[in-house]
């Protein structure tokens, strides 16, 4: 970032934007791996705050469009926030969630767009519930592969490592933070089709006050 502001030539731009880029993927390995680390020591725990639901997800996206749109995808949003709009939960470990599928798909789609579909309403037994589903027109997978996807440093053959890199840790470490928050996760796909990755969590009410806040709030 220093170097970025200091007067640079085509050539030396080029390779502090490969510097950046190598920095930016190195941080996100070690991320993961900790906080993998810390899933299999049963020491990964979620905050109960309370917080808007839409607001953190429209953050998400709006953090991710531009790097979608570096890619020519255009990313759409159809939220339903007919249901409880502020709750008690994690919104950290909601926001990693939400990006982690973001940047799959982003990852994972040459061409098409992307789509996140989110509902807000209450589960079988009444709580508050979010359901995600990130809907990219990428490689898609075959079902046999599926499986495979949300254990620990796997990906669907070592081609994919190769060409797209990553850990092969993030959509575990998706599927433990869902239940960690009382969800799920999963994924429906097609090899060549597509895919769609989800989760869903659950939270708590929010205080009286809170849910007086959330009928102010306008979603667009």
Do not use: H
Not at 196 to 205: N, R
Request: glycine fraction near 10%.
């Amino acid at each position: 970032e220093l170097l970025e502001r200091t007067a640079l030539d085509a050539s030396q731009q080029s390779r502090v934007r490969t510097l950046r880029a190598s920095a930016e993927g190195l941080l996100a390995i070690v991320s993961d791996v900790l906080d993998f680390s810390k899933i299999e020591a049963g020491a990964m725990s979620v905050e109960s705050i309370e917080f808007d639901v839409i607001a953190v997800i429209e953050r998400e996206l709006a953090a991710f469009a531009p790097v979608a749109k570096a890619k020519g995808l255009p990313l759409f949003a159809d939220i339903d926030a007919s249901g409880a709009q502020r709750m008690r939960g994690d919104p950290t470990r909601l926001a990693q969630v939400v990006g982690n599928l973001l940047s799959n798909a982003i990852k994972f789609t040459s061409d098409g767009r992307i789509v996140a579909r989110v509902a807000v309403g209450r589960s079988a037994r009444g709580a508050p519930e979010i359901a995600i589903g990130i809907e990219d027109t990428g490689i898609g997978i075959d079902f046999a592969q599926q499986n495979r996807l949300f254990k620990p440093f796997s990906q669907v053959d070592a081609s994919t490592t190769r060409r797209y890199g990553g850990t092969g840790l993030g959509l575990s470490i998706v599927r433990r933070l869902a239940e960690l928050m009382g969800g799920a996760a999963g994924v429906e796909s097609s090899e060549g089709a597509g895919s769609t990755f989800w989760f869903t969590a659950c939270f708590d009410v929010a205080s009286e006050r809170g849910k007086e806040a959330a009928t102010n709030l306008k979603v667009d």
